[in-house]
């Protein structure tokens, strides 16, 4: 478990309304937005809502209650307003409104390297170890640290209003000294 004087838990259930944990989005400088899960987990209307409707209730507190700060959207390789893909439809609706709300910055990572999650599918837990083999390839890899070191230089460096592919990712999160 992490513990530091700056970490602050809030649980929270109701992923439409984040009046009951406002505190979470005071005064903050940044929020990494990474809520989200596979289109082949749910139908394409839970989909829309985890997706779309959950991302937008918390950007809208987000913004009410630190105005200004940075909002980070984990987003994917391949979205596309024009996709025969629902799911990359949605995602890029996602990123357009956020960043008019917002100023947000969407990522687009490939493969993430990280510990699988409890909920992935097992399909993608097995292809984990295979996808290691991207690692040489800036467009196609990322390691899960580096993500989230490339939203906290984009933060301090104050990067707004940006779609980041994954090289430009890794570039990124190479330019982080901390």
């Not at 990359?88 to 956020?98: F, H, I, N, S, Y």
């Amino acid at each position: 478990m992490h513990t530091s004087p700056k970490l602050r838990s809030f649980v929270h259930k109701d992923f439409l309304d984040y009046s009951t944990v406002e505190d979470a989005f005071r005064c903050v400088d940044a929020c990494l937005f990474c809520l989200g899960i596979s289109a082949t987990q749910v139908s394409q209307e839970e989909y829309r809502t985890i997706t779309y409707s959950y991302t937008l209730a918390a950007a809208n507190m987000f913004k009410a209650k630190s105005p200004g700060a940075a909002f980070h959207y984990i987003s994917g390789q391949g979205t596309k307003a024009g996709s025969r893909m629902f799911w990359a439809r949605v995602k890029a609706q996602t990123e357009r409104d956020l960043i008019d709300l917002v100023e947000a910055n969407c990522w687009r990572p490939a493969f993430i390297d990280a510990k699988p999650s409890a909920g992935l599918p097992k399909f993608y837990a097995l292809f984990q170890p295979i996808g290691r083999l991207l690692k040489p390839f800036p467009n196609l890899y990322v390691h899960g640290r580096d993500l989230g070191r490339a939203m906290l230089q984009a933060t301090v460096e104050q990067l707004r209003r940006r779609v980041i592919e994954n090289a430009e990712i890794r570039q990124i999160a190479a330019r982080a000294t901390f």
